[in-house]
């Protein structure tokens, strides 16, 4: 557990003379390319298991700011603590609810 509350520290504005940094993403986007390359996927196949389209995923690779939420997935799936199946699973319950909402409409 220590490791995640050290992970998951807010990020600071650090100045320097020369530049000021700006917050980094609490999931590193070199390790999610590296990652990404290393299993031989899709930006579209890697991205859309975390419900991110592949050119907002290629926006993140680039260096934009990834959403909390979608951080947050980042940060249970390297960590192991979630798995494709488990996202997975996720979707198909938001999309049956979906569904059924639509249905009841009608």
């Known amino acids: ?5 050290n992970y998951w520290q807010p990020a600071r504005r650090v100045s320097t003379p020369e ?3 700006e917050p980094a993403s609490p999931v590193d ?3 999610i390319i590296a990652f ?3 299993k031989k ?3 579209r196949r890697f991205w859309a298991r975390f419900g ?3 050119s907002r995923g290629s926006r993140f ?10 951080a947050i997935l980042l940060g249970l799936y390297f960590t192991r603590a979630i798995s494709d199946s488990d996202l997975g699973r ?3 319950a938001l999309h049956d609810r979906a569904f059924d909402a639509v249905s009841q409409d009608q």
Request: charged residues 35%; hydrophobic residues 35%; aromatic residues 4%.
């Open 19 to 21: 530049r000021v940094l």
């Open 90 to 92: 996720a979707e198909r």
């Open 61 to 70: 690779e680039s260096g934009s700011e990834i959403p909390a939420p979608v």
């Open 52 to 54: 991110v389209t592949q």
């Open 1 to 5: 557990m220590e490791l995640l509350e």
């Open 29 to 31: 986007r070199v390790f």
């Open 36 to 38: 990404r390359k290393k």
């Open 41 to 43: 996927e899709s930006q």
